[in-house]
């Protein structure tokens, strides 16, 4: 597959409204800029051959944001509370990527509830980026494998809507099917607190998979929308990667045996993860995957996970999910942090604070991610099994 160069026109979210009538306006963040770029340096032929092996590869984000935020941060509330969040096209643009597990706003969609999660705000947040992305066509709705090699083949980017947290269907399981028929292919059980079908990370404790939660699970199963474990607890994650049919994604997350706070994961969870033919997606949100040897987040730290995960399970296990979006990423778990559970699941450990994380800050840095790899001696087959192939081969077991 060879792939064509990314066709986007310079269309700007909600630009068929018009701003401070349907909607209001808010300066949104550069995004291409909004901080020092940094480019993994690599020789002349050796950039040739990164974007060679991005042309023709399948490029995948197991978990990304596509958004645009505020300049201001205490903007933020009141622009995700309107929903006209607008969508970072030139940036995705300028990534290489062909398809994006897009986590939309999550628990950040605070319409009717400062708390998040809500059944109507996820609806509504869905809602109102499909209706941006129907009136353009650079970005495609990605509900079948067919749609990513379509975006690959054509030069367009596949966003695929991802819930990280399955608060929003309470209990009742048939809301499955309303999120299905709505463009979600990927839901994760939990978001850090235990909810109906398990055992979040922040918890002391985690009892496993409820019974409500077997009958998610095997609802996903049967429509066809992929499981992720990246906010889920230990005992919960090993319930659900031995109850499902199918393979699993931790969709966003590192080793714990490297950075030793719950949002990373046991080698133990890692390895049935593998042995079910599962994939995990290297993270790179801010503070997340560090290591005792790079406790400054960069991609340096970022890229030990990935090996460290490599060397564990093996080549066809692993891939990435950066976890970015284009805007302050540090201030918005700031402002976020006890909604989302952030502090109680990642601030276990001593390290060097950074106000963005060099060489991964958004979206449009995922070619560092192959520039590091080039660099550090990896094939071309093994390369192109990490940045999609991986993804695409559990897609194929799981979509139906």
Not at 41 to 53: A, G, L, M
Not at 292 to 318: A, N, R, T, W
Request: net charge negative; glycine share 10%.
């Amino acid at each position: 597959m060879l792939g064509k160069p990314k066709k986007y026109s310079g269309y700007k979210s909600f630009s068929y409204l018009e701003a401070g009538r349907d909607y209001e306006e808010y300066e949104l963040v550069k995004e291409i800029g909004r901080v020092p770029q940094y480019i993994v340096e690599v020789s002349k032929t050796e950039e040739e051959r990164v974007w060679d092996i991005l042309n023709k590869s399948i490029v995948i984000s197991l978990h990304d944001h596509s958004e645009r935020a505020p300049v201001d941060l205490s903007k933020y509330p009141d622009y995700y509370r309107q929903a006209r969040v607008a969508t970072g096209y030139e940036g995705l643009a300028a990534s290489g990527i062909d398809a994006m597990f897009d986590g939309l706003q999550d628990g950040s969609s605070i319409i009717t509830s400062k708390m998040g999660w809500k059944w109507e705000d996820v609806v509504y947040d869905l809602g109102m980026r499909l209706s941006d992305i129907a009136h353009q066509d650079f970005v495609i709705r990605g509900e079948k494998v067919e749609d990513i090699i379509r975006a690959h083949n054509e030069g367009k980017l596949a966003l695929i809507p991802h819930l990280e947290g399955a608060m929003p269907i309470e209990n009742e399981v048939d809301r499955v099917d309303v999120l299905y028929g709505l463009g979600y292919r990927c839901m994760g059980l939990v978001y850090n607190e235990s909810n109906a079908l398990g055992g979040g990370l922040r918890e002391k404790g985690d009892g496993g998979l409820t019974e409500f939660g077997y009958e998610v699970v095997d609802r996903m199963n049967k429509i066809g929308m992929a499981i992720d474990l990246a906010h889920v607890g230990d005992v919960t994650s090993l319930d659900a990667i031995a109850a499902s049919r199918t393979p699993v994604f931790i969709t966003h997350a590192g080793a714990r045996a490297l950075w030793g706070t719950k949002r990373m994961k046991p080698d133990n969870v890692l390895q049935a993860l593998a042995e079910k033919g599962g994939v995990i997606g290297i993270e790179a949100a801010p503070h997340t995957t560090l290591t005792q040897k790079h406790p400054q987040h960069s991609i340096e730290s970022v890229m030990e996970h990935f090996e460290y995960c490599v060397k564990l399970l093996g080549i066809d296990h692993v891939t990435f999910g950066p976890d970015t979006f284009f805007g302050d990423h540090v201030g918005y778990h700031r402002m976020f942090a006890k909604y989302m559970s952030i502090t109680q699941t990642s601030k276990t450990l001593q390290y060097e604070e950074v106000e963005y994380v060099k060489g991964l800050e958004n979206p449009s840095e995922y070619p560092n991610i192959v520039r590091w790899l080039v660099k550090h001696g990896y094939s071309d087959d093994e390369i192109k099994k990490a940045v999609g192939g991986n993804t695409l081969r559990v897609l194929e077991k799981v979509w139906v």
